[in-house]
């Protein structure tokens, strides 16, 4: 490694030279590493190329799910949403069984292991909302619900601060990976106080195609609002909208 005596102090790269500050000074070092064309053809990274092929396939497929939960997702989701989703489909990818090692892809894979998976981790649904709730996926009907018994929202939903309102949502997404197509449906309840009264049974439903293959998400999710003067506004604290996929099926 090289130490710049030079009074221009640099940054960055230069062709095959990175220039960096140090806590000792400005320092410059040759770039190594593997070059794109090895690592592509040589048989000495067979192993690498197959973890490639992987992860860039979870990535397309993480990419097509957050696209076709994008309604409810947009409001409800932190910054590093994105990248968990990838992992969380990785994993997904990792469980099939059947696809040689490099070719191991979602749809052999276990979609049922992204259920529970939260979009918004600083307002996680599953302290959120701590009414219990039924969600159901019907595939000969197309038919995805949440249910929700009466409960007593003040006692039972942690509310975001200045918050007087809230409404549910859900969205169903039917996703044929292979294709890389969808069908998204999404339900929105009205909006309700946070009281202590007693709320009426609550029942969304969306409605997809009838017996899809491809597997079928459902998301769930609570916005929060305030209400001024008859008018409601988004609280400028999405961190505490809350969104997570509750009931999640695999192709058939």
């Known amino acids: 490694m090289a130490k710049q005596e030079s009074i221009i102090t640099l940054n960055g790269a230069i062709d095959n030279i990175s220039f960096f500050k140090t806590k000792d000074g400005y320092n410059a070092r040759k770039k190594t590493g593997v070059s794109a064309d090895v690592i592509a ?48 489909m990785m994993k997904v990818l990792l469980a099939d069984q ?3 090692r490099g070719k191991r892809n979602v749809i052999d894979g276990e979609a049922e292991l992204l259920q529970g998976f939260e979009f918004n981790i600083y307002g996680p649904l599953s302290t959120t909302l701590l009414a219990p709730l039924t969600p159901t996926i019907d595939r000969a009907t197309g038919s995805c619900k949440v249910v929700l018994p009466p409960y007593n929202a003040e006692k039972m939903i942690k509310k975001a ?38 709320t009426p049974l609550l029942e969304l439903e969306a409605m997809l195609t009838p017996n899809s293959t491809h597997p079928i998400f459902l998301v769930l999710t609570i916005e929060f609002v305030q209400e001024t003067n008859g008018r409601k506004y988004s609280l400028n604290a999405g961190d505490f909208n809350a969104c997570a996929m509750v009931k999640v099926e695999g192709g058939v």
């Open 41 to 88: 053809n040589d048989s000495r990274f067979a192993r690498t190329r197959e973890n490639m092929a992987e992860f860039k396939r979870a990535a397309k497929a993480s990419k097509l799910l957050r696209d076709a939960l994008l309604e409810s997702t947009v409001g409800s989701k932190d910054r590093k949403m994105v990248p968990r989703l990838t992992k969380a």
């Open 98 to 100: 059947t696809s040689e």
């Open 161 to 198: 601060e200045g918050a007087t309102h809230y409404r549910f949502g859900i969205t169903a997404a039917s996703i044929d990976f292979e294709a890389e197509t969808k069908e998204t449906v999404s339900t929105l309840s009205g909006y309700q106080l946070v009281d202590v009264e007693m």
